[in-house]
Nanobody
Framework: QVQLVESGGGLVQAGGSLRLSCAASGRTVSSYTMGWFRRAPGKERQSVAHIRRGGGGTYYADSVKGRFTISKDNAKNTVYLQMDSLKPEDTAVYYC?????????????????WGQGTQVTVSS
């Protein structure tokens, strides 16, 4: 099992930026496909982005494409989510997750390890 701890959430105005970090321990992030999910008020938990094992190919939800960037630093065993041009509808609890699959579906069930989440609030 890999342990995951998110940080970097907070309050930001619409149009602003925020960077989330996910620190892993117990295992190396290079062994997993790493993902970010979010649960907005009144919504189900949904995928935001993930970065795959091996070649590091990425996936982005249509709602964040062009605004968010997922990356990782293997030396620091940390995954990041850079969020730019934030909108009020981005307000949610954001979760870091790990999957043993090279090609997981962008669904929570395909990710077996989770952080506790960090709150992101975007004001209008």
């Amino acid at each position: 099992q890999v342990q995951l701890v998110e940080s970097g959430g907070g309050l930001v105005q619409a149009g602003g930026s925020l960077r989330l970090s996910c620190a892993a321990s117990g295992r190396t992030v290079s062994s997993y496909t790493m993902g970010w999910f979010r649960r907005a008020p009144g919504k189900e938990r949904q995928s935001v982005a993930h970065i795959r094992r091996g070649g590091g190919g990425t996936y982005y939800a249509d709602s964040v494409k062009g605004r968010f960037t997922i990356s990782k630093d293997n030396a620091k065993n940390t995954v990041y989510l850079q969020m730019d041009s934030l909108k009020p509808e981005d307000t949610a609890v954001y979760y870091c997750a790990a999957s043993s699959s090279v090609y997981p579906a962008p669904r929570p069930a395909d990710f077996g390890s989770w952080g506790q989440g960090t709150q992101v609030t975007v004001s209008s």
